[in-house]
Structures are given as C-alpha cells and as structure tokens.
C-alpha cells in the first residue's frame, strides 16, 4: 500500500519507462541507412533486433561469463552483429560510431519531463538504469530531463535485475528502502524493487515495443502505484 | 594550459568551494546550543573542531586502517568526540541527530548557484565530493544547486585524494581526463586532478576557514584557470 509520507526519492528505469528508445532508434538508423542509399530502410526492426541482443549480453556479465563491460560498449557490440544482416556494411567507423550514440539521444515520451519536474519539486528524481553513466548524461542534457543524479550500471558495476543494483540504491540514497519509489514499464523490474523494499510505481508504456508487445502488457501485481504516465505518477504523489 | 573546447563536464570540491561549512556549522550549532541555555556559544570554533576532526577519520579509512565509512558515520562520530569539549552534554539524539544534519544544508557561497547554473548550460556540472550520496543530494536541493549528477565517496567508496577517485570520476564521465575540468579551493585536489589529465579551475575562497586560514591561500600552481569565483570560472568557459 502507497506510504506517501515516507517517499524521498523516485527513481525510474529509464529506456522503455521515460524514453522512447524503439522509435528514436529507428529515426536515427533511417537516416543513416538513407545516407548509403537506402530509400526504404526498416528503421523500426533494426531497432528490435539491437535492443534484442541488449539482454543476452548484459546476461552474461551477470551470469560472470565476462568481466564489467559498460553498456556503451554492449550497444556498439551488438551494433556490429546486425550490421551485415541489415545490409549496412558500407557505414564507415565514424558512422557507426555516431549511430551507437543514438542511445545518448533518445526522445523522452511525451508526459516525461513534465511529469519528473512535477516529482523533482518535492522528491529527488533520478535515473534507476542499466544505461552507462555518460550516456544517460548525455540523454538528460539533450532531451531536458531534470535527474537530480544518476543512478546506473556503471557505479555499482552490475545490471538489472542484479540485486547489488537494488541493494546499492537504496544505500545510497540513505539507506531506508521504502523511502525510495521506483517507476518502471517493467513488472519485473517493480518486482525486485519490491523484494528489496522499494515502493513501486507502475506505467504503462503500450508503445515501448511496437505493435506487437508481447510482455508488460500490465500490471502483474498490486504496485503501490498503477498509471500509465510520469504525470499519472505525480498526480497520485501529490505534487 | 585551457582546452577549452576539450571540456565537457565541470566538476566540483563541494565544501569549501561550492559551499560555506564553516558559517553554516556555526550558525546551527549557535542555535541548538542556545536551545539547551548557552547564550553565547562559539559556534565558528564548534565549526573548525568538527571539520578539524574529519581528515583524519578519512586519512584512517584511506589507509585501511578501518572499513568504508560514510562521510555521514564520520561526521557523527566526530560530533560525539567535540560534544563534551564544548559543553554540549544536554543535546538529546535527537538534537545530535539534527545537528549532524546541519551538513546536509550547508549554504552556497553568493557566486555558486549562478556560476553554476551558467556553466550548465553548456557543460555536465557535477559534484565531486568526499560527502555522501545522500547529503549531497540533500545538500543540492535545499540550496538549489542545480547539479547534473553527484559523483562523491561513497560512489567509489574513496576518500580524496585517493586517485581512485579520479579515476573512477574521469571513467564514468566517457574515459577523457581532458574531457573534465575539476574545480576546487584546494590545490592538492587540483594537483590530483592534473596528475590523471583533468583539467583545472582554481577558485580562490579567502573566507573558507575563517580569519585565520592557513592553507590554499593562493594558486599553488599554473591552473588551467585562476579565479575568485565560479561566475569567474563560467566567465572564463565563455558560458
């Protein structure tokens, strides 16, 4: 049950929850493809199959399979894969390397920056993410995300849904779990959150994965929060 | 000598640089003292015995004499080493509690949240702190420093001048030293940071320890930058 009173700070997975990274991607990976004479490029299943071998990657830092590999160098990874399947063979190293920092630009959906500085004007707002630090930087200074600070992979050196990253949150911001709220498209994200005692925030993002969304297609639990905006968020904290 | 165009982040000493601890601590602990029946304390020489106390217990976490220790545990630990000395047995926990709070809203010299704000429109500004996560962010939102990300101890678990620190700052700021320009009061920070590549901004705070300051009275070195205050700092980045 929502303990309003003892929220501090709301802290938010960030790709899927406040950005938009299927069709950013697929604006960016458009315009590229069209510079080396692809009229017709399928921006939008580029974007499915990068974001497709995010997860099996990032799985096999947790899994200790390889050493820390910041997510920046996981995104140029998987780049590279689908390159050749996707027909992109003529980018040059300077164009992908451009292309890989489409995910420093990702366009926020559209009740999102209002909606975190609505919650920044009572609670610290921050990043909860598996994004690298200066990416998410780089997101919030372009897109005009207000984050009081960032939260990510990179300053506890493991991903979601990892534990440490759960555990090392909440410590740092100060220590008392259900002082931390944590917003997410992503039941399963909400669910850690919740065992480690966060409270929980869900929003509804039916666009995340196109058309054909097959998971988070609801909430799967009593969240302490259920919405389907930032805004929804802030309307049911008060502020 | 400034790269100007290299800079893509700004990062800053807090206490001292960006903030008066020493008037703040006084002015807090005038108050709580006069609470409990003392009409005239001392706060400034309460201020200078807490901060004195500090080095020290950092020096000892540095040295692996003890465990990691949040500058928040230390800052407590100390308050309860100084409370007899200076009469102040009566404070209940709560009032200790309170008062070791008082670092969490210490107050921005007059130039700091406009130099600040000016160099954000254009540069990532970021803590960078051997305080806590937590009073930081505290700390930002109380005196509106409007930071783009608090890189501080307890993210490194690293006491200044540990080069942990600075190496940990300039990898999750993109991995170029030349990309950073550290900010500080200090000449060993600034002489820590040029060691690993960053670059320098030295902002000259006479009033930091009272009358009687006895260190950093002038640029020790040929800092990228030499100035009074962070608007010199945002007048000199052409912000």
New interface residues.
């Given amino acids: 049950m929502l303990n309003k009173d003892a929220v501090k ?1 709301v802290i938010f997975d960030t790709y899927g929850t406040v950005v938009d990274w299927r069709t950013s991607i697929a604006v960016e990976a458009n315009a590229v493809a069209q510079t080396i004479g692809f009229a017709e490029f399928d921006g939008e299943a580029f974007a499915d199959a990068w974001r497709a071998g995010y997860h099996p990657k990032m799985k096999e830092v947790r899994d200790g399979l390889r050493p820390w590999t910041t997510n920046d160098v996981l995104h140029r990874e998987r780049l590279e894969d689908i390159i050749p399947d996707f027909g992109l063979n003529d980018l040059d190293d300077a164009q992908r390397t451009d292309l890989n920092k489409a995910w420093h630009r990702l366009s926020p959906w559209s009740d999102s920056v209002s909606g975190i500085t609505r919650l920044k004007r009572k609670y ?1 707002v921050s990043t909860f993410s598996n994004g690298s ?2 990416l998410l ?1 780089n997101m ?2 372009n897109a005009g995300i207000p ?4 939260l990510c992979s ?2 506890y050196r493991a991903f979601k849904p990892a534990k440490e990253c759960y555990l090392a949150a909440i ?4 220590g008392e779990p259900e002082s931390v709220m944590l917003c997410a498209a992503h039941n399963y994200d909400l669910s850690r959150g919740r065992k480690f005692g966060m409270q929980t925030a869900y929003v509804d993002r039916p666009q995340e994965s196109g058309p054909n969304k097959t998971h988070d297609l609801k909430a799967e639990q009593d969240w302490d929060i259920i919405t389907t905006s930032i805004e929804g968020v802030a309307d049911q904290m008060g502020v």
Same sequence: chains 1, 2.
């Fill in positions: 700070a610290i630090y200066g930087l919030a200074k984050w009081d600070s960032i990179d300053v410590e740092l911001l100060g």
